[in-house]
């Protein structure tokens, strides 16, 4: 279930805030500028759908969305806790940075932890299925999709690139719990 826990960026074990209601979830995200959503799929995920057939499953929120952010392309990024890479891509994001345009995710399975860094405070937001996170551009955050990672995501772009993370140097990542996920 999702889960948001408010801490000051200086005292990861002191937290202002720590919810699993997603209206309050919401709520608390909305003055830092994140969005935060739960969708449900016109149908069940099959464990056999292709990205092309769970784009069309999610196609109303993601034309919507499109419309609204000015969004130019959409994929869908799967990364199973059998990849044999899963421990350098999960250091990747696992330090502070930031990007030029928004971090848009929609989970479709699996889960990943969020880490907010705005005024002074670190927003840990879980999110797992049916949860969608805008996080803006040049949002200070790191992403910890946990050592077995299991997530299937629906990205969203404002450029055809995507995005690119520039990291702030600090170490305000290694203060904080990590996320530990367990088998799916």
């Known amino acids: 279930m999702s889960r948001l826990t408010v801490c000051p960026d200086d005292a990861p074990q002191r937290p202002e805030l720590d919810t699993r209601d997603g209206r ?29 057939q769970i784009m069309q499953l999610y196609q109303r929120d993601i034309e919507r969305l499109k419309r609204e952010g000015a969004y130019q392309s959409v994929d869908v990024l799967r ?77 969203l772009f404002t450029t055809p690139k995507g995005w690119v993370a520039r990291f702030t140097g600090d170490t305000v990542a290694s203060r904080f719990p990590a996320f530990k996920n367990q088998p799916a």
Not at 124 to 140: F, H, K, Q, W, Y
Request: aromatic share 10%; glycine share 6%; proline share 8%.
């Open 79 to 155: 990364c199973l806790p059998d990849n044999p890479n899963r421990n350098e891509l999960r250091a990747k994001f696992l330090t502070e940075h930031t990007h030029d345009e928004d971090e848009v995710r929609f989970f479709v399975e699996g889960a990943g932890l969020f880490y907010l860094r705005v005024a002074g405070k670190v927003y840990m937001t879980l999110c797992e299925r049916n949860d969608l996170i805008s996080v803006p551009a040049g949002t200070r955050h790191w992403f910890d999709m946990g050592p077995l990672p299991h997530f299937t995501v629906i990205r």
């Open 24 to 52: 309050e979830i919401a709520a608390a995200l909305r003055p830092i500028g994140v969005r935060f959503e739960r969708w449900e799929a016109s149908s069940p995920l099959a464990p056999q759908d292709d990205d092309a």
